[in-house]
């Protein structure tokens, strides 16, 4: 079961790939685009595991050829399918936004035995780092697909506080050294020459 969400104009969509639709997916591609052009706000895309329903969600992005939010229930669908659409929208910007938690234990108390048990976690910064890439791609380009998990409902906060905690350098662009340690400075950032660490 995918959730699609399409909002907003989109530069051009570009899927690479040998096959062409065939079987049923050119009758489901061309109800499904009908259908978000009439604005249906629910349709859904059946079909067994191997069937090709990730090849025709990704028709019908194309042909949409909007901002795409594709929504699956747990991390590890969402891996799958940003995989499979990064592979098949390679010159496009295809992003992944989960939970960066690979470990959450929420504080708890077990009247039990009189225990208190700390709030613990484990960030993990590549995950951190692919959903602020998905955040600032949808702030900076118009063909993006971002693939999510349920944890996307609670974003990373409103994008006009985030593009205030933004540093944005171009290839070519001229800026002075002081300028972007200034800028640093303002984003809160500390110079460590010791940990390298985030």
């Known amino acids: 079961y995918l959730s699609l969400y399409f909002k907003g104009d989109g530069s051009m969509f570009e899927l690479v790939s040998p096959y062409k639709p065939s079987g049923d997916q050119p009758e489901a591609i061309e109800k ?32 949409v050829n909007k901002p795409t939010l594709v929504l699956a229930h747990n991390k590890t669908l969402a891996g799958q399918l940003y995989a499979e659409l990064k592979e098949l929208f390679p010159n496009n910007h295809v992003c992944f936004f989960i939970s ?54 609670y974003g990373i906060g409103e994008k006009e506080e985030y593009e205030k ?13 002081n ?11 500390e110079r460590n020459d010791l940990d390298f660490h985030r």
Do not use: W
């Not at 905690?165 to 050294?177: E, F, T, W």
């Not at 300028?179 to 950032?189: K, S």
């Open 100 to 153: 960066y938690y690979d470990y959450y234990q929420p504080e708890a108390y077990v009247p039990s035995s009189d225990t208190y048990i700390e709030k613990d976690a484990s960030i993990n910064d590549e995950i951190d780092e692919l959903r602020h890439y998905a955040t600032s791609s949808l702030i900076s380009y118009k063909d993006v697909i971002v693939v999510a998990s349920v944890s996307c409902i």
């Open 165 to 177: 905690s933004m540093l944005v350098l171009s290839v070519g662009q001229n800026i002075k050294r």
């Open 32 to 63: 499904l685009v009908a259908g978000i052009k009439e604005g249906k706000k629910e349709q859904v895309l059946l079909g067994a595991t191997g069937t090709g329903k990730t090849f025709t969600v990704a028709n019908v992005i194309k042909e």
């Open 179 to 189: 300028d972007i340690i200034n800028r640093l400075v303002d984003m809160t950032y």
